[in-house]
């Protein structure tokens, strides 16, 4: 048997609905916002992720999957998105359209790393882009943007940590600093801490496997070596967060994992112990330079990610219930061709007119099609009969309730309209804690 590589999954039945509701979510947060979408190929040039994301940066040396196509290109699948908008923003040439260009976008990224919990190898991650303004305004509308889709999603207790890389100045400033601190103890950390020293030390405050090295974590913070600019730069940020009525903890070890950061970084932490201490369910940053780094003009750029997969797990482990569909609203039960072909018609006329409607494929016995008919959680079935149906007349059941009403087909869509709402009004209303015969609690029926 052939089965799916490891690190990959198939997404189907509730999985795939509260997928779908995630995506849902998205998209109304960001049509709000007027980010309009973008969509990029799941894969492109290696050089492209080897430039912008970062030679220096675990995913480029560790994670990507790159292979040679048949023209002798050598591609790889695309890790994060980032790298790729950008990458359209400058072929074609949105630099010129009226600026800023906010863009968000969902879709598979690839990196090959450990499975863990809410990590796979093929993961959905869904982000947001904006190119062509460096105020600091748009700093705080993204770190807010990004907490409203939480918010809605049913996180009620987000915690935002952001903090500065300053300018390139005080960076490079920043970056001496850390040789100098770390060079006498770099022998007291892991082998891609050493390898980080001299390419990229900043890396070394983002370490997993040192977290807890007290050296570590007494190294010079980031905020020491702003220079004046990045500084103002960075308390406008706070001073419109403030405004926005966003909590917010400066957090000094926040650097992100990608090369391209400058000024702003940020990330969103929950209480998920299931996380194995990797709380992190999204973050991002400002990356000024990475539009000239890729040959398009000189274009400030801002942007965050969230991986779908991640949020799915810690909503499982937090209890937070997705408000997805389960169940049908109608399924039609038959026995002969004629009843059939009405079935037919009838399932068609409903769907048409907005209704969730399903019938028999398969020819089976009147007991299979009840049977059916509780597999699909249908609110209300329909047995076809044929004298019945002669007489322009149908019987409808509510499951629930196991009342019954022979009622005009010409009044069929009224009548499941009205009965429907009435269903979820109770559903919704009631507390009777199930002895009404009317509200479904599955728990007192001792249901999955």
């Known amino acids: 048997m052939i089965t799916k590589p490891k690190g990959c999954r198939d997404i189907y039945g509730n999985d795939a609905k509260k997928w779908k509701y995630i995506e849902e979510i998205v998209d109304s947060v960001m049509e709000k916002y007027n980010y309009g979408y973008i969509r990029t190929p799941i894969f492109e040039s290696s050089e492209l992720f080897h430039r912008g994301v970062g030679a220096t940066s675990d995913i480029v040396t560790k994670e990507t999957y790159d292979f040679t196509d048949r023209g002798e290109r050598k591609m790889t699948l695309r890790p994060e998105g980032t790298a790729g908008v950008v990458r359209s923003f400058i072929e074609n040439k949105m630099y010129g359209d009226a600026n800023p260009v906010k863009l968000y976008y969902h879709g598979t990224m690839y990196r090959y790393e450990r499975p863990q919990a809410g990590r796979e190898r093929e993961l959905t991650q869904f982000g947001a882009e904006v190119l062509g303004s460096s105020d600091p305004l748009i700093d705080a509308e993204m770190i807010s943007l990004a907490l409203t889709i939480y918010q809605m999603l049913g996180f009620e207790k987000v915690k935002v940590k952001l903090n500065s890389l300053g300018d390139k100045e005080s960076r490079e400033n920043y970056r ?56 103002e730069r960075f308390d406008k940020v706070l001073e419109y967060l403030d405004i926005l009525q966003v909590e917010y903890e400066v957090d000094p070890r926040i650097v992100r994992g990608l090369d391209y950061y400058s000024h702003t970084v940020f990330e969103f932490e929950v209480d998920v ?84 409607v399903d019938t028999e494929y398969t020819s089976r016995s009147l007991k299979a099609q009840f049977k059916q008919s509780e597999r699909l959680n249908a609110k209300m079935i329909a047995v076809l009969n044929s004298e ?38 109770l559903e919704q209303d009631c507390s009777c804690g199930g002895s009404c015969g009317h509200c479904h609690h599955p728990e007192e029926e001792g249901e999955a």
Do not use: W
């Open 388 to 425: 019945q149906l002669d007489n322009g007349d149908i019987t409808v059941k509510n499951t629930k309730t196991k009342e019954e009403e022979i009622i005009s087909l010409d009044a069929l869509i009224y009548y499941l309209d009205e009965k429907l709402v009435e269903e979820e009004e």
């Open 176 to 231: 001496e600093e850390l040789i100098k601190y770390f060079s006498p103890h770099i022998n007291d950390f892991c082998e891609d801490c050493k390898n980080r020293l001299a390419k990229n030390p900043l890396r070394i405050l983002d370490c997993k496997v040192d977290s807890e090295n007290e050296i570590l974590k007494n190294a010079p913070k980031t905020i020491d070596y702003l220079n004046k600019e990045s500084k």
């Open 273 to 356: 112990k299931e996380l194995g201490g990797q709380n992190v369910i999204g973050g991002g940053g400002r990356y000024d330079a990475l539009c000239e780094q890729l040959d398009g003009p000189n274009t400030p750029g801002i942007g965050f990610a969230s991986g779908i997969d991640r949020l799915l797990f810690a909503m499982e482990c937090m209890d937070i219930k997705p408000p997805i569909r389960e169940g049908i609203d109608l399924f039609f039960l038959y026995v002969s061709e004629e009843e059939k072909k009405y079935a037919l018609y009838l399932t068609q006329e409903l769907r048409l007119n907005g209704f969730v």
